[in-house]
């Protein structure tokens, strides 16, 4: 009798969901949640982390118990849980959904991989994202993209047929996990998402293009789907349809107008996650080899660099994104990008350990966006251009009146506020110095062409958003069998 596992992972989602719609047409059926001892002991992972996931699984898990599908919260190490169960329920097929992880993750995926092939277990996985596995050549990518995306939703309907007399396991708490609480969470789960969502694109969106930049404004303004995309409370293709849907149907000009902003920005979410597809190597060295010791890695200046995590650097704008971030979880997009350019540029800190705490503090943490741009942010990618960005001009930019950093610095003005703990133009003026310097050698141009071949943006040639494709694509076959 055959036995379909369904392996929930960063895809906490009812609808739209391939694994589980494969899963209804088996004989018996069973799902699992894997809390990783490697997820928890990773640098990058924070109880904020795992308290939304917990928050997420309880909704899914009751939604499954209605359909008839037990979902089993297990904590271990994956191919030791996947076995116990392939031993306990004669699993046959293990389904889930690719994932554009982190290291632990990567290596995760080839053990169960290999214990897969041991057990003569048929893994098969879906893409859930834009990013395409075994990418040979980024020539006609945004054409796949479109084509995934317009793909029809995977709808799930009516029950499965369940191992018999197996219920749902209870859900751990933190406490059980040996965490604590670490900063108050928005609300969790495919019901809270869709909320977001539809708020989003029914109205809110009207003012994207202007909001996203100020952190005055981008708290309201930005989309606030990130978390979601990130755990798969909701699926990239629900996103762009939803958008796409109603940039063609809405009579406002204006809410159109922010949602084509909002829709290009949901192929460059996919077009990074792309790159640590490509490379996996990148989380942990240069993208351009020829700044390998550039910056020193081992020897981080730790007075600078504790006073960058702390929010004392004595750049009020700079400390006060670092305040808000380490609050609440999540910063808009400009204001992470000087926080990046200031410990890049300013301090002069290699990227990887400014990047794992940045990392514990993104509640919406996405390796293969995160990696990619902490090195695009840190001038180490060797294509892009350098961007420096100014504490002071940001501030004059996007808080003329000093009302955001004065909301989170009420120190500021008093004797309790630290001095700038670099001179900002003598500063600029080294790191400019050792990257341009660097980037015009021979050797650094010629390392450039072949980093643009692999990873540099092609031109589309995509309609505008809203406009109706040519024809209807056919739903690609993007199951992946025996991946690796």
Same mark, same amino acid.
């Given at each position: 009798m055959n036995t379909a596992l369904v392996w929930f992972k960063r895809d906490l989602r009812l609808q739209d969901h391939g694994p589980l719609?494969?899963?209804? #047409?088996?004989?018996?059926?069973?799902?699992?949640?894997?809390?990783?001892?490697?997820?928890?002991?990773?640098?990058?992972? *924070?109880?904020?982390?795992?308290?939304?996931?917990?928050?997420?699984?309880?909704?899914?898990?009751?939604?499954?118990?209605?359909?008839?599908?037990?979902?089993?919260?297990?904590?271990?190490?994956?191919?030791?849980?996947?076995?116990?169960?392939?031993?306990?329920?004669?699993?046959?097929?293990?389904?889930?959904?690719?994932?554009?992880?982190?290291?632990?993750?990567?290596?995760?995926?080839?053990?169960?991989?290999?214990?897969?092939?041991?057990?003569?277990?048929?893994?098969?996985?879906?893409?859930?994202?834009?990013?395409? #596995?075994?990418? @040979?050549?980024?020539?006609?990518?945004? +054409?796949?993209?479109?084509?995934?995306?317009?793909?029809?939703?995977?709808?799930?309907?009516?029950?499965?047929?369940?191992?018999?007399?197996?219920?749902?396991?209870p859900l751990p708490t933190l406490a059980d996990l040996g965490l604590q609480p670490s900063r108050p969470l928005p609300p969790a789960g495919e019901a809270a998402a869709h909320v977001v969502l539809e708020d989003f694109v029914d109205g809110r969106a009207r003012g994207y293009r202007r909001a996203l930049s100020s952190p005055l404004t981008a708290e309201q303004g930005c989309s606030r789907l990130s978390a979601h995309l990130a755990f798969g409370t909701l699926s990239m293709r629900q996103v762009h349809q939803a958008t796409e849907h109603t940039?063609?149907?809405?009579? *406002?000009?204006?809410?159109?107008? +922010?949602?084509?902003?909002?829709?290009?920005?949901?192929?460059?979410?996919?077009?990074?996650?792309? @790159?640590?597809?490509?490379?996996?190597?990148?989380?942990?060295?240069?993208?351009?080899?020829?700044?390998?010791?550039?910056?020193d890695e081992t020897g981080v200046d730790e007075a600078r660099f504790q006073a960058w995590c702390e929010g004392r650097t004595g750049y009020p704008m700079v400390d006060a994104c670092m305040r808000q971030l380490r609050t609440t979880g999540w910063l808009n997009f400009r204001m992470r990008a000087m926080l990046v350019s200031f410990a890049a540029y300013h301090l002069w800190l290699h990227w990887r350990r400014p990047g794992q705490f940045l990392a514990r503090q993104f509640l919406d943490f996405e390796a293969g966006i995160h990696w990619p741009q902490m090195q695009m942010q840190s001038g180490t990618t060797g294509i892009n251009t350098l961007r420096i960005y100014s504490p002071r001009k940001q501030a004059l930019d996007q808080d003329p009146d000093g009302l955001y950093q004065?909301?989170?610095?009420?120190?500021? +003005?008093?004797?309790?506020?630290?001095?700038?703990?670099?001179?900002?133009?003598?500063?600029?003026?080294?790191? @400019?110095?050792?990257?341009?310097?660097?980037?015009?050698?021979?050797?650094? #141009?010629?390392?450039?062409?072949?980093i643009q071949h692999q990873h540099g943006s092609r031109k589309s040639g995509l309609p505008p958003s809203g406009m109706k494709r040519s024809r209807t694509p056919k739903p690609p076959d993007d199951r992946q069998q025996e991946l690796f």
């Open positions: 719609a494969e899963a209804q #047409r088996f004989e018996r059926a069973l799902a699992v949640f894997i809390v990783e001892p490697a997820w928890l002991a990773s640098a990058e992972c *924070d109880p904020q982390h795992v308290a939304f996931t917990l928050a997420a699984l309880a909704p899914l898990q009751s939604d499954l118990a209605e359909r008839g599908l037990p979902l089993l919260v297990c904590t271990g190490e994956a191919t030791a849980v996947l076995q116990q169960l392939q031993a306990q329920h004669g699993v046959t097929h293990l389904f889930s959904h690719e994932e554009t992880g982190p290291g632990w993750s990567y290596t995760r995926d080839l053990a169960v991989a290999a214990w897969c092939r041991a057990a003569g277990v048929a893994w098969t996985e879906w893409p859930q994202t834009g990013v395409v #596995r075994r990418l @040979k050549d980024r020539r006609g990518w945004a +054409g796949r993209w479109a084509q995934r995306m317009d793909a029809p939703l995977q709808r799930l309907e009516g029950g499965f047929r369940a191992v018999p007399r197996l219920a749902p396991s940039i063609a149907t809405t009579p *406002d000009r204006t809410l159109a107008h +922010g949602l084509r902003g909002f829709a290009g920005r949901l192929r460059w979410h996919c077009h990074f996650m792309q @790159k640590l597809e490509d490379e996996p190597a990148i989380e942990f060295r240069n993208f351009s080899r020829v700044h390998d010791g550039q910056r004065r909301r989170w610095l009420p120190e500021l +003005g008093t004797a309790a506020y630290p001095a700038p703990i670099v001179d900002e133009r003598t500063a600029l003026a080294a790191a @400019k110095e050792r990257l341009y310097g660097l980037r015009s050698r021979p050797e650094a #141009r010629q390392e450039a062409q072949t």
